[in-house]
């Protein structure tokens, strides 16, 4: 991994010679066939996070997750033995899903000591095992040990469950890489404290990571989110990026620190000057990071603000300097439609007033992720014209050209694999 600054002259996209500068295709984005193969090419291949080990308190506890890209629903466990293990959430009987309450389709949670279904009453314990089947002597030389659950590998990194529907595929350790073994250490569980928001968003799943992995749009897309003298600064200076790093499939990049806390108070809001926070979060830190893992602020700049990491294909990272963190997970419905959840996790407060101040933390972010989100049927419906089919990339958005690259890899790859004759959709 390359801990270097940016050049006087130069750019970050130069030292990635392998990603080119020449304006990009957005096939990917649009077509329903290129679709199809990313389901399998990368949804059924990667390791993709479901969750955290604090959703899992105790043996028993359990949570279902939809995975629509990769046609399955997924049961993630603690068993008696303290493990964490996933299951494909179908009954071995007759098909049916195992776990859900009012509505199928709906995510759910909660403890228990065996898994029955609502159908014919199977039932199957911790480890998958089938430990009662109604009116047994009715099937014919029925062997239980025959019909356990499908498991689904799952592993966990720094308290971050992940799964993978790929039996063959690299140990997750393996998979995350150099920048994952940068963040090792980072306190991830003293952050319990969760804000959590859901949307269904009319677009590719990429287009939002694209509007995510670049900090190029914010001086122009939330100009009004500043006070009047500060937005026309910052869209006179415009964005540069601290730092660029791409690892494998994964990418990221750091940033300045903004107003978390401004020097000058006029800078900001009545609000957030009133309750110490704001989109950065609290400026008054709850727990102090001393060293901050090596990953963090690779820079090491003094006007360190975020640092952004995209784990491939659809987990994104935010460790910012008032120590609290942010994820993103996009997941595919369609071509052209995925859902997009947020989640900031803060030191539990103390008092009333820190709780405040990760509300309106929380409450700004949800004002910012609207503007994003809010862009991004615009572009899908024009992309989809094809009016224009190429698109010029600039050097802060490397993370960008390098996201849709990685993809169309993982699909040509599993066309050679699967021994395909015809193109690829997307364009190279």
């Given at each position: 991994m390359s801990y270097f600054k940016k050049p006087a002259e130069g750019s970050w996209t130069q030292h990635y010679p392998e990603l080119g500068t020449a304006p990009v295709n957005y096939e990917d984005s649009i077509s329903p066939e290129h679709y199809e193969l990313e389901r399998k090419a990368i949804f059924g291949r990667t390791w993709l996070n479901v969750g955290r080990v604090e959703q899992l308190p105790k043996k028993g506890s359990y949570f279902t997750r939809e995975i629509d890209a990769a046609r399955a629903s997924v049961i993630v466990v603690r068993g008696r033995d303290g493990e964490i293990r996933a299951f494909h959430n179908i009954c071995r009987h007759r098909g049916n899903k195992l776990v859900w309450d009012d509505y199928p389709r709906e995510e759910t949670s909660g403890v228990c000591r065996?898994?029955?279904?609502?159908?014919?009453?199977?039932?199957?314990?911790?480890?998958?095992?089938?430990?009662?089947?109604?009116?047994?002597?009715?099937?014919?030389?029925?062997?239980?040990?025959?019909?356990?659950?499908?498991?689904?590998?799952?592993?966990?990194?720094?308290?971050?469950?992940?799964?993978?529907?790929?039996?063959?595929?690299?140990?997750?350790?393996?998979?995350?890489?150099?920048?994952?073994?940068?963040?090792?250490?980072?306190?991830?569980?003293?952050?319990?404290?969760?804000?959590?928001?859901?949307?269904?968003?009319?677009?590719?799943?990429?287009?939002?990571?694209?509007?995510?992995?670049?900090?190029?749009?914010?001086?122009?897309?939330?100009?009004?989110?500043?006070?009047?003298?500060?937005?026309?600064?910052?869209?006179?200076?415009?964005?540069?990026?601290?730092?660029?790093?791409?690892?494998?499939?994964?990418?990221?990049?750091?940033?300045?620190?903004?107003?978390?806390?401004p020097k000058d108070p006029s800078m900001v809001k009545p609000i957030e000057r009133k309750l110490r926070s704001g989109l950065f979060g609290p400026w008054d830190r709850a727990i102090d990071i001393d060293p901050l893992p090596p990953g963090v602020n690779p820079a090491r700049h003094r006007a360190w603000g975020v640092d952004s990491f995209l784990f491939f294909p659809n987990f994104m990272l935010l460790v910012w300097a008032p120590n609290w963190y942010l994820t993103y997970h996009y997941w595919p419905t369609s071509h052209n439609t995925h859902i997009f959840e947020g989640g900031l996790y803060f030191v539990p407060p103390k008092n009333a007033s820190e709780r405040l101040r990760q509300e309106l933390a929380a409450v700004t972010f949800k004002e910012y992720g609207l503007q994003d989100g809010n862009t991004l049927e615009a572009t899908q419906t024009m992309l989809e014209s094809r009016v224009v089919k190429e698109f010029p990339l600039n050097d802060q958005e490397i993370l960008l050209r390098h996201l849709h690259r990685t993809a169309r890899e993982y699909v040509e790859d599993h066309e050679k694999r699967q021994g395909a004759s015809g193109p690829v959709t997307a364009a190279r």
């Amino acid at each position: 991994m390359s801990y270097f600054k940016k050049p006087a002259e130069g750019s970050w996209t130069q030292h990635y010679p392998e990603l080119g500068t020449a304006p990009v295709n957005y096939e990917d984005s649009i077509s329903p066939e290129h679709y199809e193969l990313e389901r399998k090419a990368i949804f059924g291949r990667t390791w993709l996070n479901v969750g955290r080990v604090e959703q899992l308190p105790k043996k028993g506890s359990y949570f279902t997750r939809e995975i629509d890209a990769a046609r399955a629903s997924v049961i993630v466990v603690r068993g008696r033995d303290g493990e964490i293990r996933a299951f494909h959430n179908i009954c071995r009987h007759r098909g049916n899903k195992l776990v859900w309450d009012d509505y199928p389709r709906e995510e759910t949670s909660g403890v228990c000591r065996q898994f029955t279904c609502k159908y014919h009453g199977w039932r199957y314990d911790l480890t998958g095992a089938v430990t009662f089947v109604q009116q047994e002597e009715e099937f014919f030389d029925l062997k239980r040990e025959d019909y356990g659950l499908v498991p689904v590998r799952a592993e966990v990194w720094e308290g971050f469950v992940f799964v993978n529907f790929d039996d063959d595929a690299a140990p997750l350790r393996d998979y995350l890489g150099g920048l994952a073994h940068g963040l090792e250490g980072y306190p991830f569980g003293e952050m319990t404290q969760v804000f959590k928001y859901r949307a269904e968003i009319g677009s590719n799943w990429k287009l939002f990571i694209d509007a995510f992995a670049e900090f190029y749009h914010a001086p122009i897309l939330h100009a009004k989110q500043a006070v009047g003298d500060e937005s026309r600064k910052l869209q006179a200076a415009g964005f540069e990026a601290l730092h660029y790093d791409i690892d494998g499939p994964h990418g990221m990049v750091s940033s300045w620190g903004g107003m978390a806390p401004p020097k000058d108070p006029s800078m900001v809001k009545p609000i957030e000057r009133k309750l110490r926070s704001g989109l950065f979060g609290p400026w008054d830190r709850a727990i102090d990071i001393d060293p901050l893992p090596p990953g963090v602020n690779p820079a090491r700049h003094r006007a360190w603000g975020v640092d952004s990491f995209l784990f491939f294909p659809n987990f994104m990272l935010l460790v910012w300097a008032p120590n609290w963190y942010l994820t993103y997970h996009y997941w595919p419905t369609s071509h052209n439609t995925h859902i997009f959840e947020g989640g900031l996790y803060f030191v539990p407060p103390k008092n009333a007033s820190e709780r405040l101040r990760q509300e309106l933390a929380a409450v700004t972010f949800k004002e910012y992720g609207l503007q994003d989100g809010n862009t991004l049927e615009a572009t899908q419906t024009m992309l989809e014209s094809r009016v224009v089919k190429e698109f010029p990339l600039n050097d802060q958005e490397i993370l960008l050209r390098h996201l849709h690259r990685t993809a169309r890899e993982y699909v040509e790859d599993h066309e050679k694999r699967q021994g395909a004759s015809g193109p690829v959709t997307a364009a190279r």
